[in-house]
């Protein structure tokens, strides 16, 4: 049975434990939400070597060799000391617009103190001053002198109520990251490219598709956004402009429920999804950028995979917009 040591705190686990659910139990002050390796908001750091390998995939190179890992993955096999991680890549940054985008979805951008780095795609996550961190996709262009991310207003979510009812320019957060490998691979400039988002998951699509649009990419773009109901589809309009604007752009639209009605399908997104890569003749060169809620993401990567695309060139950013345990916000709103 592993101790973990944590301030004050000396917690025997319990088999097949979490270090973070083993703290919690114990009463210490761990910041957390999604318990899934998601929102990197449970990061904590250890002797570089001294965590599983588990406890720190997603994390940066830089972060793994400082011994940062995920509590809340971390099942340690041995005893552990730990100490609130250092996040020496943080970068700190300026609200500049906080806008809305519909009645649930807020653009919020950011200017940061110095360059991000990022790939259009890759996702942040953002701590406000009292610690609260949450994790969101970004939906610009590395070259745009902006990060902007859409956060989708979660009922009794701290962050993202206080991104809609309180942030003002001039407000400051902290960004840590760029982290996730949905990004568009320039390398291949031929091959079909099959964009799903649901909800705000279309939001790193945004960037993506425009980022193969600028780069001159010659297999088709098929972007297909989804959503419970036609209200869902926030960025219908700027997809619709982008479809108009380049050819090699197609844009399906799908909903559950008050569909069916001119380019708008009632159908599941999944269903969609593996007609129209059966209907492009399943090509094994495509690729497959998959971003939503996890079940959702689970039921397109499958579909996708016995459709004929190889697991290799499907990617997702699975996010949950669910209730964690202390409170109701998302844990990777992308």
């Not at 970004?138 to 207003?153: K, T």
């Not at 003749?281 to 998959?290: E, I, Q, R, S």
């Amino acid at each position: 049975m592993a101790t973990v040591r944590y301030g004050d705190h000396r917690v025997p686990l319990a088999p097949g434990e979490t270090v973070l659910d083993g703290l919690l139990r114990a009463g210490a002050d761990v910041a957390h939400a999604c318990r899934s390796g998601a929102c990197k908001a449970c990061a904590l750091q250890a002797a570089p070597g001294s965590v599983p390998e588990a406890a720190q995939q997603g994390l940066r190179a830089s972060e793994r060799r400082r011994g940062v890992f995920l509590a809340c993955q971390c099942r340690p096999q041995a005893d552990l000391e730990v100490h609130a991680a250092d996040h020496a890549d943080e970068v700190g940054a300026e609200v500049i617009e906080v806008a809305p985008l519909s009645a649930t979805v807020t653009r919020l951008r950011l200017r940061p103190d110095s360059p991000l780095s990022h790939r259009a795609g890759q996702y942040v996550a953002m701590r406000r001053a009292d610690g609260l961190t949450r994790s969101y996709s970004i939906a610009s262009l590395p070259q745009e002198p902006w990060v902007e991310l859409h956060v989708g207003l979660v009922p009794g979510g701290q962050m993202s109520r206080w991104v809609v009812q309180q942030a003002r320019p001039g407000d400051r957060v902290s960004l840590r990251g760029p982290y996730g490998d949905c990004v568009y691979v320039p390398e291949e400039p031929q091959a079909p490219l099959l964009l799903v988002g649901v909800g705000t998951g279309v939001a790193p699509l945004w960037g993506v598709a425009r980022e193969a649009v600028a780069a001159e990419h010659r297999g088709p773009i098929v972007v297909i956004e989804a959503a419970a109901t036609p209200a869902g589809l926030y960025l219908h309009e700027p997809w619709r402009a982008l479809a108009r604007a380049h050819e090699r752009v197609e844009l399906l639209s799908c909903v559950l429920a008050g569909g069916d009605r001119g380019e708008l399908r009632e159908a599941p997104v999944d269903a969609v999804a593996g007609e129209r890569f059966r209907e492009l003749g399943a090509p094994k060169d495509a690729f497959a950028l998959l971003c939503g809620d996890p079940p959702i993401v689970h039921r397109l990567r499958r579909g996708l995979f016995l459709a004929g695309l190889s697991s290799r060139r499907i990617f997702a950013d699975a996010f949950v917009m669910g209730p964690p345990p202390a409170s109701r916000e998302a844990s990777m709103a992308v």
